[in-house]
């Protein structure tokens, strides 16, 4: 039997230390559309978190947003996406399977499911936007669509987020959401999903600084990832030749992640110039320039957008900290998350359960929680098995309650990395994880 993949590894890991299920399992599984588990949800909040953190609160030329997933349907005319959002769609004469065109397998003329060449018919386009209906009738003049990006929500609140917020151009409008696409081909665990989340910045800028402010954008948005812990080596930038740019799109790079699969997008920055907010202008009749009063001008704002997903960043996280290496001839798995986004900062362990030892653990472990730092009791098992538990998890410290606990009121943390081992006052414990955490987001 062939050795499991990377990603076959991380799947399996994923589901059994409750990181990511397969949505609907029960009932065999809806098609790439995935559940966040007790763990999962805490690393893709502490993504955003940082993410919201960076953008926003610590700067005072972008402002939040959350609007609707549930849009006017002459938003989506205007944007393009009813007309141009589509992907070319071949069907296996052999399976009836059907993907886009473009895949590799495919151009080469052999089915990905059934092995047959050559079955392919002609291909044909399929708009990607999932359709529904509003109101209780289904017909045409009720037809709504699931929104394919968030981006569409900043832009035609454009003036309503500037005058409230007394914003100056430059400034931008951050958002997080949720995003649907009726992907013809997904996979890849997380990576192309149907359903999934965006964190994307739409920064306005006076035409003629775009240039600048692009360039400005990729630096910053580069620097984030590593702050997140990310391999160097593992990133890299793409640009878009003319072959690949988009129609709107004055000039775009990706910032692309090598995974066990191949280099793939992570994050998009894109200049996207006039073009959205000139369409919304056109089809809503409105003016929607921005004036400068102090200039005595006004101008439709050309846009630098950066827009990562939150779903891509979890696995990214996910693949860079997996790790398998050799202890005392013992093989140990574990995920060396950033202690910032690790799901659990902390977990307990009373080496013996007598001796009043559970107590104390309890104590401590309470003491953590009232404090907001997430962490684990565990008294089942031996010590090594305790360890390896949290290993796979990526909990940054492992906290025993010995028998010299209850001489001297000193525990033994153990750090996930390097195995090293230090005592601490059972009362210094949380103060001692909220410096190293404060250390870690000053960086």
């Known amino acids: 039997m062939a050795e499991p993949s990377v990603m076959d590894k991380l799947t399996s890991l994923a589901k059994r230390r409750g990181f990511i299920f397969q949505s609907s399992e029960i009932y065999g ?10 763990l999962g949800v805490e690393l893709k909040r502490n993504v955003k978190e940082r993410w919201w953190s960076t953008m926003v609160h610590q700067r005072d030329d972008v402002e939040g947003l959350d609007a609707a997933i549930l849009m006017n349907p002459k938003v989506w005319e205007a944007s393009g996406h009813v007309d141009g959002f589509t992907d070319p769609l071949v069907e296996c004469g052999n399976c009836n399977r059907r993907f886009r065109a473009d895949l590799p ?30 109101g209780p009738v289904e017909e045409d003049a009720s ?9 569409q929500g900043s832009y035609v609140n454009f003036l309503n987020v500037q005058t409230s917020a007394r914003q100056k151009i430059p400034f931008g409008i951050a958002q997080i959401g949720k995003a649907f696409r009726n992907e013809i081909t997904p996979g890849n665990f997380i990576f192309r999903t149907r359903e999934f989340e965006q964190m994307e910045l739409q920064f306005f800028v006076e035409p003629g600084t775009d240039d600048e402010w692009f360039d400005y954008w990729m630096n910053a948005r580069m620097e984030w990832h590593l702050s997140l812990g990310i391999r160097k080596e593992k990133l890299r930038f793409h640009e878009h030749g003319p072959d690949e740019l988009a129609h709107y799109a004055k000039k775009a790079f990706d910032i692309e992640y090598e995974h066990p699969f191949g280099w793939t997008e992570l994050e998009g920055i894109h200049n996207r110039t006039d073009f959205d907010l000139g369409r919304h202008q056109e089809f809503s009749g409105k003016r929607l320039e921005y004036i400068d009063a102090a200039a005595g001008k006004r101008f439709l704002p050309y846009v630098v957008e950066t827009a990562v997903g939150v ?5 990214v996280a996910l693949v860079d900290a997996y790790t398998e290496e050799e202890v005392k001839g013992e093989e140990r798995v574990l995920l060396k998350l950033a202690p910032s986004l690790a799901p659990l900062k902390a977990a307990v362990f009373p ?6 030892l559970p107590e104390i653990a309890d104590k401590l472990y309470t003491d953590l929680r009232s404090r907001s730092i997430p962490s684990f009791y565990d008294a089942a098992g031996s010590i090594g098995r305790r360890y390896r538990r949290q290993d796979e998890a990526g909990t940054p410290w492992c906290i ?10 000193t525990v033994t943390i153990r750090d996930r990395d390097t195995l090293e081992q230090v005592r601490v006052s059972a009362e210094a414990v949380p103060g001692w994880i909220q410096e190293r955490l404060a250390a870690e987001s000053s960086t």
């Open 29 to 38: 599984g809806t098609g790439s559309v995935w559940d966040y588990g007790p």
């Open 105 to 134: 397998e495919v151009e080469g003329g052999q089915c990905p499911t059934c092995g047959t060449k050559d079955t392919f018919g002609e291909p044909r386009l399929f708009n990607l936007m999932f359709k529904t209906f509003m």
């Open 143 to 151: 037809v709504i669509y699931l929104r394919p990006e968030t981006a």
């Open 311 to 315: 779903d891509r960043t979890v696995l």
């Open 351 to 356: 080496l013996v359960k007598k001796d009043g």
């Open 400 to 409: 025993t309650v010995d028998g010299q606990t209850s001489e001297d009121g």
